[in-house]
């Protein structure tokens, strides 16, 4: 780069205060703003220079790549990326929800919408970009929306409520986000795509194709080559259709728009700054504007003629943008550093489906090589482009598993050969072929960190420097702190530079207990002990913790079945297992009912409708098939179960770290494509695993055929029926992280099938973290030995029993299931365990009345304070007998 200093660039330090305005709180503002604030106290310029941030949006930086995670119960603070204390440490000058209207460049100014004139040196543009919105009739009708803030989520959510339909235009990243996030409201969804394929932009025909399988499999319609032509309207002027050109018409009660986005350029325009013919605010490699003293960066920039639409590029545009200005302010020449380009390379969860691309998707070369993967049958895809000649990697695209993604990305960022055969690298850990290369082994200009561009080597040097421990490095590197889909290569990454520097791993449960949770597992185990106090005493210190009383709790309950209330088990449990229900946002319980496989008898469900009825209960139905009644009272619990338990029912364990539900579909019994009896495995499965206590939840399912209506790939243990007999899955999740399960085995007996869940459960139990899910700990299985890592070495110790672990595991699982017995019935056959339930000890008669309600949809919900204030809350229930134990029927 020839290019030293712009002839214009604002001069050096003069002894006035050097003026330095940002616009756009965004991810990327906020980071310029942070690397400035560091800059310039590591060149001891802090204060000399005043920094500005004028923001549109009510919250301060957030980060909205993580934002539909806000669907998730997400709250703006937990995604804020502004530290705490920081606006104060770093004096930077943040101004919320009041946009920048004018610049006035003659007398660089930049005025905001409450009339503030902000006057500045250097001003730099960090407005981002916005939703495409087509000019179609009716696309501002009530109904419609953008998907691009937190603002319109929450209008958006507060829209959907009770409707049913919603249409997304857009089937790209963002467009399958905001699916997602209207199915997640209840919406029957479609989603609108113009073009022949879903996300164009990372995936091949063959990658857009499988994704749609998945997409569907959700139960989301997905229409092709759909050109929208009007938004109807109805007769309250609100959104009721979409028209395409072909004549179709989709009613529809939402419309999000998302089928691409538009730099955030019109200040820029307005006064005078050049903006590309389809938009963005025309840089040069330093993210400087036209005007010596503007910059631009993040989305709204129009660099090396593209916008770039992901935050990693938005954030190499800041560190540019800062070391030119710092240099120009100190007057050294330009340094070196520019923006040229960033490897769009992304590996992403859509609507819960992992979907990576690398370098280029297609190459017409005589040269180029096209190797690919279809598997149907697992909705897996995977494609790799290699130089034929060189066997350098040239791109990749990966849908339903990517777990290649970082190699593939490092081999084609640095223009190397495949290490091994193909399927090595693309099926890492399957069958006898070579074992994937772990993080490790990764070069070290390798990008762990997309969102930051941490490569592997600044990660290792972290450690080597005294960071001994993820949140260390992170702090140091900012690896892991965006997106967070790293965290788990970065940890491993961190143990292996330890392992190296000869640093022993602290895994400590805590100060009480210098074991991990296995190493204290083993010794309950091997020592027989029955209460926390011989644990503590044999081989701990002090008197317990939050942190170890309940997972000493967790493993006694699973070596030595014990009631959970009884002796001073009592005493360790989390919140929710000292009274066996769920405690709700207004202090009021939750009970669930236990309904194996989802099936219960009408005889049961007028029950349930009774008891809901006499106590006033909530009533929905949960995602595991059975029914929430919520608003209990702690004293109410009592005479709640007292009626469930007489009418056959038990405790469904919903308050512990224990399993949850085994999900069925009716399978072949009722469904006509049902190849084995679904429903029968799910009752038989969660009647022996019911109650089995472990170090997280366990959730299941169980699908009578490939069509996978039960969703069981997205469980802690799936199975799903084929003709010849049941493939297992394991280590599956939904939530925040989805995760599909991994094939542990297929085809099996219902008899092979059994020992292998005993054996994959004891395992778990026996080896995982406190609150570890499976799926983490399924990725955190690494055996140097064996060279096996994930599902490969987990199929190693259950299926080969290469341990020779197996009847062991086994003889475990049966003292579980044989020591069963339901917790709610004891707890009603023990008055020392019905004294735990009154909320006023010393006054067993009086109730709470600071618990108030209002009724919505024909049902109790919590009041909101405003309600209670503003008198329209329903009355505060009087106080009333409650005897304990016999069955009383309260009336409300
Ligand atoms: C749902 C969703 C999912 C995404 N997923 C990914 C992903 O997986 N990976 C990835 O890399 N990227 C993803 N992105 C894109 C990523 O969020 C953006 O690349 C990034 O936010 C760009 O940062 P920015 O600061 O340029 O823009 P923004 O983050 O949009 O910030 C711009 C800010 O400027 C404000 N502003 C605009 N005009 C004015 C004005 N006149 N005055 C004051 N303030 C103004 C805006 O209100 C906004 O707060 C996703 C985006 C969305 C919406
Ligand atoms: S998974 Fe198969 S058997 Fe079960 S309901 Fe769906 S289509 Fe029928």
Redesign the pocket.
């Known amino acids: 780069m020839s290019d030293t200093r712009h002839p214009d660039t604002p001069g050096t330090l003069d002894g006035s205060t050097h003026r330095v305005v940002v616009?756009?709180?965004?991810?990327?503002?906020?980071?310029y703003a942070v690397e400035l604030d560091e800059a310039l106290r590591s060149a001891g310029l802090r204060a000399r220079v005043s920094i500005t941030v004028?923001?549109?949006?009510r919250q301060a930086?957030y980060d909205?790549?993580?934002?539909?995670s806000f669907f998730d119960g997400r709250t703006a603070e937990q995604m804020s990326l502004v530290e705490a204390g920081w606006v104060e440490a770093s004096e930077v000058d943040v101004r919320l929800a009041?946009?920048?209207?004018t610049i006035d460049r003659d007398a660089r100014t930049v005025t905001?919408a409450a009339r503030h004139v902000v006057p500045y040196d250097t001003l730099v543009l960090?407005?981002?970009?916005s939703c495409v919105v087509p000019p179609v009739p009716g696309h501002d009708a009530p109904g419609a929306f953008g998907?691009?803030?937190i603002d319109d989520l929450e209008r958006m959510q507060a829209w959907a409520d009770g409707r049913g339909t919603g249409v997304v235009l857009g089937g790209g990243?963002?467009g399958l986000?905001?699916a997602q996030a209207l199915q997640h409201l209840g919406l029957e969804v479609h989603v609108l795509q113009k073009g022949p394929r879903l996300m164009p932009a990372q995936l091949d025909v063959g990658g857009g194709s499988m994704l749609r399988r998945h997409v569907e499999g959700l139960g989301m319609h997905v229409h092709l080559d759909a050109d929208t032509t009007r938004i109807r309207t109805g007769a309250d002027g609100a959104v009721a259709a979409v028209e395409l050109a072909d004549g179709t018409r989709i009613d529809t009660d939402v419309v999000v728009f998302s089928p691409g986005i538009r730099p955030?350029d019109?200040?820029a325009r307005a006064c005078g700054l050049v903006v590309g013919p389809r938009g963005g605010v025309v840089v040069d490699e330093h993210c400087r504007t036209a005007d010596p003293a503007v910059f631009a960066?993040?989305?709204?920039?129009l660099a090396r003629d593209a916008v770039?639409?992901?935050?990693?590029?938005?954030y190499a545009m800041a560190k540019v943008a800062v070391a030119h200005l710092v240099a120009a302010l100190v007057g050294d020449p330009a340094p070196e550093v520019a923006f040229l380009g960033a490897d769009m390379s992304?590996a992403?969860k859509c609507t819960g489906v992992d979907v990576a691309s690398v370098g280029r998707h297609t190459l017409d070369d005589p040269d180029v090589l096209e190797l690919v993967w279809n598997d149907p049958s697992r909705k897996v895809y995977k494609k790799l482009l290699l130089r034929e000649s060189t066997g350098e990697v040239l791109g990749a695209v990966l849908v339903g598993d990517a777990e290649a993604y970082p190699l593939l990305k490092s081999l084609a960022s640095a223009g190397a050969p495949l290490p091994g055969p193909p399927e090595s690298v693309l099926f890492p850990g399957a069958g006898d072929g070579p074992a994937v290369a772990g993080p490790a082994g990764l070069p070290d200009a390798t990008v762990v960190c997309?969102?930051h561009d941490v490569t592997k080597r600044s990660i290792c040097d972290a450690v080597h420097s005294g960071a001994h421990d993820v949140p260390a490095v992170k702090g140091c590197t900012k690896a892991g702190t965006?997106?967070g889909s790293c965290v788990p290569m970065l940890a491993q990454l961190v143990d292996a530079e330890l392992g190296k520097l000869g640093v022993q791993v602290d895994r400590s449960l805590c100060e009480h207990f210098a074991l991990t949770r296995r190493e204290l597992y083993d010794v309950i185990r091997a020592r027989a002990y029955t209460t926390f106090t011989e644990t503590v005493t044999g081989v701990g210190t002090g008197r317990g913790c939050d942190i170890c009383k309940p997972v000493v709790a967790s493993v006694l309950a699973t070596l030595a079945p014990a009631h959970v209330l009884d002796g001073e088990n009592a005493a360790l449990q989390d919140t929710n297992d000292h009274v066996m229900a769920n405690m709700q946002k207004n202090g009021t319980y939750s009970v669930v009912p236990r309904m194996p496989g989802g099936e219960v008898t009408p005889a049961g469900l007028i029950v349930i409708g009774e008891v809901a009825r006499d106590f006033g209960l909530y009533t929905k139905l949960t995602g595991g098939q059975r029914i929430d009644m919520f608003g209990a009272r702690l004293e109410e619990l009592p005479a709640i179960w007292r009626r469930l338990v007489d009418a056959g029912f038990e405790s469904g364990h919903a308050y512990g770290k224990s399993l949850r539900t085994v999900k069925s579909c009716v399978g072949s019994d009722w469904c006509r494509y049902g190849v084995q009896d679904s429903t029968g495995l799910a009752v038989a499965l969660e009647l022996r695993y019911r109650g089995l206590r472990s170090p997280h939840k366990l959730k299941s399912a169980v699908s009578g055929c490939a069509r996978e209506c039960a969703e069981a790939q997205s469980k802690d243990f799936g199975v799903i029926a084929t003709e010849a007999g049941w493939n297992l899955y394991v280590g599956g999740n939904g939530g925040m992280r989805p995760r599909h399960g991994d094939v542990l085995v297929k085809d099996v007996s219902t008899e092979d099938l059994i020992r292998y869940v005993d054996r994959y459960l004891m395992f778990y139990v026996r080896t995982a973290d406190r609150l570890q899910r499976t799926s983490t700990w399924l990725d955190s299985l690494d055996d140097p030995d064996s060279g096996l890592s994930g599902v490969a070495y987990l199929r190693h110790v259950v299926v080969d029993d290469a341990l020779g672990l197996g009847a062991e595991l086994e003889a475990d699982m049966a003292r579980h299931v044989d020591g069963y017995a339901d917790e709610w019935a004891a707890t009603l056959a023990d008055p020392d365990r019905l004294s735990r339930f009154l909320s006023f000890v010393n006054a067993p008669e009086t109730t709470d009345d600071s618990i108030r309600f209002t009724m919505e949809r024909g049902q109790i919900r919590p009041a909101t304070e405003a309600e209670v204030a503003a008198g329209t809350a329903l009355p505060p229930r009087g106080a009333r007998r409650v005897s304990l134990g016999i069955p009383e029927v309260m009336s409300r």
């Open positions: 616009v756009g709180h965004g991810m990327v503002g906020h980071r004028c923001g549109e949006e930086a909205r790549v993580g934002m539909s009041d946009p920048v209207t905001t960090a407005t981002g970009s998907y691009r803030t990243l963002l986000e905001a955030r019109e200040l960066v993040g989305e709204c920039a770039w639409g992901l935050v990693a590029p938005g992304t992403l997309s969102c965006g997106c």
